[in-house]
């Protein structure tokens, strides 16, 4: 009798589970995709009778990245919460599925007072983000035409990236309608505006409001077009690469720069760069510093990581100030390398050279074709095409 009961239940169950893979299979996600998240959350202890709840609560809860976001859920533990206390919360509120790794990291090191329940209240700080998040997502859906896809990552870049954890501006719909309809206005479809914006969040972060409060394009566009660059290559080029409305302006041209001086034709750089765009984007201050340093200080890369935004303010200063030492003899450790990139006074109270004095020496272009060399010989871009 209990066994019927039993197999009652589980076809019950089997029928449920075939609807929730059906229902996201209609949203455009496969059936492979479905049952392997599904699997993953199985194999941590949820059970079927569990997802189903969740899906009911939450219906979009495994359109999201469901490893990665629990991961970062399970950071609670930090604050009390054992594996059954994180299962129940995320049953209860599915809705938490939607926070990314970075995100849940992000409020979960924000300090609060001292409470008497700290365990309670970043619960609730992290139920509080996920509705945010969702708010956000359902926004940009109803009000602009984003894919839920597309919305998280413009949500995740403006949280975290651009220091809004918890809402982004009340007039962001129309701020960003404005930027994909001056995009459309450009030449770019409308479906080709909405990718390129949520594949490169920065972008709405990044244009001009004239005084007038238009959106005017991005810098980089007017840069491209000076540099002889027609408008069907630069929609080209931001279709294959979206980020390169965000590379550096001095990077483009040091691009440019390094294959006139190797003796690459015009049309030979124009062909490489718009059908490889990316390449714009392998040369930033991070990338040129790493590259010196892989191969005389393997050891420092993951060092470097921790403090990238300050190499990315001036990796100039950074190349200089190594070179010298190099140069003179010094060797850059664990113990010493931070001197790269502190101020002017205490490095040359240190070692005697200033910056202005460094800045007359040495070229950082060098590095520029360091790396470039470097990506040629791996054959991560192309060399010469032919010679005339």
């Known amino acids: 009798m209990e066994n019927n009961k039993m197999s009652k239940v589980d076809k019950i169950l089997n029928e449920k589970y075939n609807e929730m893979v059906e229902f996201y299979y209609k949203e455009g996600y496969s059936k492979s995709e479905t049952t392997s998240k599904v699997d993953y959350l199985v194999k941590e202890g949820f059970e079927l009778a569990n997802i189903l709840t969740m899906q009911k609560k939450y219906p979009e809860f495994l359109k999201f990245d469901v490893k990665n976001n629990l991961e970062g859920i399970r950071n609670l533990k930090q604050y009390g919460f054992n594996d059954e206390l994180i299962k129940s919360l995320m049953i209860n509120n599915p809705i938490l599925f939607i926070l990314s790794k970075r995100y849940s990291e992000a409020v979960l090191s924000k300090p609060l007072s001292k409470e008497n329940n700290i365990k309670e209240n970043y619960a609730k700080l992290l139920y509080y983000a996920a509705k945010e998040t969702y708010k ?96 069907e290559d630069i929609i080209k ?8 409305l965000k590379v550096e302006k001095e990077d483009i041209r040091d691009t440019l720069r390094y294959f006139t001086e190797e003796g690459y034709r015009k049309d030979e750089i124009k062909l490489i760069t718009t059908t490889n765009p990316e390449i714009f984007g392998k040369i930033g201050g991070l990338k040129i510093i790493e590259n010196i340093f892989i191969d005389d200080n393997p050891e420092l890369i993951d060092e470097l990581k921790t403090i990238s935004k300050r190499i990315e303010k001036d990796y100039n200063q950074t190349y200089r100030r190594y070179q010298y030492l190099k140069d003179n003899g010094y060797i850059v450790d664990k113990n010493n390398f931070k001197v790269l990139f502190g101020n002017d006074h205490d490095f040359a109270t240190r070692y005697g050279m200033t910056d202005k004095l460094l800045h007359e020496k040495y070229d950082p272009f060098n590095g520029v074709k360091k790396s470039f060399n470097k990506l040629i010989k791996s054959n991560k871009i192309p060399k010469r095409i032919k010679k005339v």
Do not use: Q, W
């Not at 918890?166 to 719909?173: A, E, N, R, T, V």
């Not at 080029?237 to 390169?244: G, Q, W």
């Open 237 to 244: 080029m931001t279709k294959l690469y979206p980020s390169l």
């Open 136 to 231: 956000t997502v359902k926004t940009l859906e109803k009000e602009v035409g984003y894919y839920t896809a597309g919305a998280l990552k413009i949500s995740d870049y403006f949280h975290l990236d651009a220091n809004l954890l918890f809402g982004l501006p009340k007039d962001y719909p129309e701020r960003f309608n404005k930027i994909v309809n001056k995009l459309i206005e450009y030449g770019y479809s409308k479906p080709s505006a909405l990718y390129i914006t949520s594949m490169c969040p920065k972008t709405l972060n990044n244009f001009n409001k004239s005084k007038d409060d238009k959106v005017e394009l991005p810098k980089n566009i007017d840069l491209l077009e000076k540099l002889n660059y027609t408008k």
